[in-house]
């Protein structure tokens, strides 16, 4: 704890994990989320997409829709692929930001880190509401985001797959 106390963002969020499951300390909601808070205000992507989810669904913080899409935009922008599922998600849902299925597609197609079946499916079904401009735009736009965030160029790839398959 002693890390943690210091201000180490992976201690702060270790104790949270230790808070949520009860490993040594009581269990305790609240808490757990005040470490993951202390760890996602330095920046950790991790206990951003924790937080967002905790703000999601009132897990020792008052559900806020709103506050977790902007945990989720930290993270996604950061690179957490399921951060970006998660604000796709909240974009196609319009929960807690305007409903926007042309932002929902450009972050669902940046979490395809790999393909699974549900993530081409759901990735189908906002293309099938989406014009063909509307998704050479959004590719377009994924594909700037990922030259803009790599650190290798062997990370450059196609993830962007044909939606109208």
Do not use: C
Not at 16 to 41: C, H, I, M, S
Not at 51 to 69: E, F, I, K, P, W
Not at 140 to 148: D, G, I, K, T, V
Request: hydrophobic letters at 45%; aromatic letters at 8%.
């Amino acid at each position: 704890m002693l890390a943690a106390e210091q201000g180490d963002a992976k201690a702060q969020r270790a104790v949270g994990d230790l808070y949520t499951l009860g490993w040594g300390v009581p269990k305790d909601e609240r808490a757990a989320a005040q470490w993951f808070l202390k760890a996602a205000d330095q920046g950790d992507a991790t206990a951003e997409l924790i937080v967002g989810l905790l703000y999601l669904t009132g897990q020792g913080v008052a559900h806020d829709d709103s506050l977790a899409a902007a945990w989720f935009s930290k993270a996604a922008e950061l690179g957490d692929h399921d951060a970006q599922a998660n604000l796709a998600y909240l974009y196609e849902m319009g929960r807690g930001v305007p409903l926007d299925l042309h932002n929902a597609y450009v972050w669902r197609l940046l979490s395809l880190d790999t393909s699974t079946p549900q993530n081409d499916e759901k990735l189908r079904k906002l293309a099938s509401q989406l014009s063909r401009a509307d998704i050479a735009e959004a590719e377009r736009r994924a594909s700037e985001w990922r030259l803009a965030h790599v650190t290798h160029p062997a990370e450059i790839q196609d993830l962007s797959p044909d939606p109208m398959q």
